[in-house]
């Protein structure tokens, strides 16, 4: 009858262990499957918005223009202002073909109080001067685009 109490026993134990396992398995306690994502498989994008296009101002004053070298980013914009009584047409360097940056010549001069704005859309130095008095290096200055 020992035997049999014991073999019982043994039974039940092995059946208990059995069935502890079965429900690790099967809740995915125990499971080694690479297939189940966890948390930490999963990756979460950020949204970073575009940065906004600014509008930089590089002016004709009677010391020159001011400031003489502006930097900005590709679609950034800058505004030429004249607020002096002598003609002032800017454009990119080589005078007299302005031919360093493309499309950077604001087709006249400009009298006092008026504007010319251009958009860099490309990464580039642009030296500039003004059309109208070339030889004046304090009418001359730079606009880097990164």
């Known amino acids: ?3 049999t109490k014991t073999l019982f026993i043994a039974c039940v134990v ?6 502890g396992i079965v429900l690790i398995v099967w809740k ?4 080694n499957d690479e297939s189940t994502p966890t948390p930490t498989d999963y990756v979460y994008a ?4 575009a940065a906004t296009p600014q509008l930089y101002t590089v002016r004709l004053t009677a010391s020159g223009v001011q400031p003489s070298t502006t930097t900005i980013r590709t679609g950034d914009s800058v505004e030429f202002v004249n607020d ?3 003609a002032f047409w800017p ?3 080589t005078y007299p073909t302005n031919d360093i940056c493309p ?6 001069s400009l009298g006092q109080g008026e504007t010319y704005t251009i958009t860099f859309t490309e990464a580039r130095t642009c030296p500039f001067h003004n059309n109208v008095d070339a030889s004046n290096a304090s009418e001359h200055g730079t606009i880097i685009v990164q």
């Open 1 to 3: 009858m020992h035997s």
């Open 84 to 86: 002096t009584g002598v």
């Open 46 to 49: 950020t949204y970073t918005p």
């Open 14 to 19: 092995v059946a208990v262990v059995a069935a």
């Open 91 to 93: 454009a990119s360097d």
């Open 103 to 108: 499309g950077f010549d604001a087709l006249r």
């Open 28 to 31: 995915g306690g125990g499971s």
